[in-house]
């Protein structure tokens, strides 16, 4: 993982830092919390007003999300 983070041009030092950070690691929990109050466990998951929708799983594909559509929605909501 070093040497490609490394070689993608990161601070190696920074990065080792980050990893046993507590405030990364808070971040992390908080996220993790936040996709499961969402019942969402795939990536990416996208929230577009009331509607959570999620990358692959048996009923969404990404590439099968209207996007603009489903901001149009939201936003003819509001």
């Known amino acids: 993982m070093f040497k490609i983070a490394e070689r993608v041009g990161l601070d190696i030092d920074r990065l080792k830092e980050d990893m046993i950070s507590t ?3 808070d971040q992390l929990f908080e996220n993790f919390n936040l ?3 969402l ?5 990416p998951a996208y929230i577009v007003d009331d509607k959570v929708l999620s990358g692959l799983s048996s009923e969404t594909v990404t590439s099968a999300i209207d996007f603009p559509k489903e901001v149009a929605e939201a936003r003819a909501k509001n």
Do not use: E, G
């Open 39 to 43: 019942r969402t466990n795939v990536v």
């Open 23 to 25: 405030a990364v690691t």
């Open 35 to 37: 996709a499961r109050k």
